[in-house]
């Protein structure tokens, strides 16, 4: 069974920095873009960040310069370590996994998400 685990969401204050894990297992991920994908209340979800399997990564503007997402094929894991947090940055995070994130931002394979809130 293929399952993306993520953690590492909380309630941080503005300005605050955090790092979300995602981890894969029932097959390696070392040759897919795994990326991340968030969704704040009455919204759709958007893309964030994505890693290709060999390091090339893609932010959404939002995201841009106080956000960094990295892998390790190793533990076919993600990370994403967003600094300067800010309210607007409340959602529900998702980790996603597939040939075509980077590309196309679509995931075959999602996680089940994990809220990250920003008090200000």
């Known amino acids: 069974q293929v399952q993306l685990v993520e953690s590492g969401g909380g309630l941080v204050q503005s300005g605050d920095s955090l790092r979300l894990s995602c981890a894969g297992s029932?097959?390696?991920?070392?040759?897919?873009?795994m990326g991340w994908f968030r969704q704040a209340p009455g919204k759709e979800r958007e893309f964030v960040a994505a890693?290709?399997?060999?390091?090339?990564?893609r932010y959404a503007n939002s995201v841009k310069g106080r956000s960094t997402i990295s892998r390790d094929n190793a533990k076919n894991t993600v990370y994403l370590h967003m600094d300067s947090l800010k309210p607007e940055d409340t959602a529900v995070y998702y980790c996603?996994?597939?040939?075509?994130?980077?590309?196309?931002?679509?995931?075959?394979?999602w996680g089940q998400g994990t809220q990250v809130t920003v008090s200000s």
């Open positions: 996603a996994a597939g040939p075509w994130v980077v590309t196309y931002e679509r995931g075959d394979y």
């Open positions: 890693i290709r399997w060999n390091g090339a990564t």
């Open positions: 029932g097959r390696t991920f070392s040759n897919y873009d």
